[in-house]
């Protein structure tokens, strides 16, 4: 390798991605984050993590977690993430997470944690929480930092959390001394914001999987045309771009932009319109699904074992620093 490739590869910006597994990845999930991630993994140092741990902050069924983890990270590959390029494990094979997570509960406050809009949501209603929905964004915090991340891709829901993030590094490092990267924040292109198909006020989540607005990546193509078809639009029987007068339209537009690259499209109808969507999706969707048909379990498990190995030094590394600098005996590691 030249010095000049070597020099290219050590300043690659480190970019940080996590996926929960608390549902089938959706739509909004592969045309947001997936496949961005996949084009730009030659350009950038990725990391991503199904992070497992996150999933426990709620009533869960642990058979189905552990499914939905491998899953996931079959869907990953499938779209073209490269393990050969791309660091991807399960957050828990790493026991560092879980370390580091304590340490920077040391340094962040108890109202800062509540403040968090997940909490007060949920800790509002009638319903129990657990304490870790409570203290799960300083997980968060850990998951970044733990890898000298430089850039976090995050929706709007997420930014409050890379904030805190940013915080406790800064808190850490001024106490402490210099430890932490503190990261910046990646604003995601406009599918972001793709929405659910039968209520498009509601962004499209793997949380709300029961509505028929939501797509998922293994969904077939017969059910993806049954569910495009039947989106709501409006009585203006008018294809334009307008977020505030007409959502279900936008939202239409918007994925087929998404799916095509291509933002001029003149459609005359909505059934023309959604017509095309359909053709969109499912023609993003079916090579994913014929490369996920060929993984097998074994194949998908030894990419996440190697994936834990290789990050594994780093996040040693991180820990270790960190608990030096705020005071810990580290002879043991």
């Given at each position: 390798m030249t010095a000049t490739?070597?020099?290219a590869t050590l300043t690659r910006t480190r970019?940080?991605?996590g996926l929960k597994p608390t549902g089938h990845l959706q739509l909004g999930n592969l045309l947001a984050a997936i496949l961005p991630l996949a084009n730009t993994q030659y350009e950038h140092d990725s990391v991503v993590m199904i992070v497992d741990l996150h999933a426990l902050t709620v009533e869960h069924d642990p058979r189905r977690v552990r499914e939905l983890t491998l899953e996931q990270a079959a869907v990953m590959l499938a779209a073209g993430v490269d393990p050969?390029?791309?660091t991807l494990y399960v957050q828990s094979h790493l026991s560092e997470h879980a370390q580091l997570h304590y340490l920077l509960e040391c340094t962040t406050g108890y109202g800062e944690?509540?403040?968090?809009?997940q909490f007060r949501e949920k800790s509002s209603g009638p319903d129990p929480v657990r304490l870790s929905l409570l203290t799960y964004p300083v997980l968060m915090a850990a998951d970044i930092l733990l890898h000298d991340t430089d850039e976090v891709p995050v929706g709007d829901d997420q930014s409050q959390?890379?904030?805190?993030?940013?915080d406790v590094a800064y808190r850490f490092n001024t106490r402490y001394g210099h430890t932490f990267t503190v990261p910046k924040v990646v604003n995601p292109p406009f599918a972001a914001r793709i929405m659910d198909l039968s209520d498009p006020s509601m962004k499209m989540g793997k949380s709300n999987q029961v509505t028929a607005g939501v797509?998922?990546?293994?969904?077939?193509p017969d059910m993806v045309r049954r569910k495009v078809m039947r989106a709501v639009t409006d009585n203006r029987a008018v294809v334009r771009h307008d977020r505030e007068r007409q959502p279900g339209v936008t939202n239409l537009l918007e994925i087929l932009a998404a799916c095509t690259g291509d933002h001029s499209f003149e459609l005359?109808?909505?059934?023309?319109?959604?017509?095309?969507?359909?053709?969109?999706v499912i023609a993003v969707l079916e090579p994913i699904q014929r490369n996920y048909a060929r993984l097998t379990p074994a194949e998908v498990e030894q990419v996440l074992r190697d994936g834990a190995a290789k990050a594994r030094p780093r996040a040693a590394a991180t820990l270790?620093?960190?608990?030096?600098?705020?005071?810990?005996?580290?002879?043991?590691?």
């Open positions: 490739a070597t020099t970019r940080l991605t050969g390029r791309t944690a509540r403040r968090m809009i959390h890379l904030e805190l993030a940013r797509i998922s990546v293994l969904d077939p005359g109808s909505y059934g023309a319109l959604k017509s095309a969507v359909a053709d969109a270790r620093r960190a608990s030096e600098a705020i005071g810990l005996v580290t002879a043991a590691y």
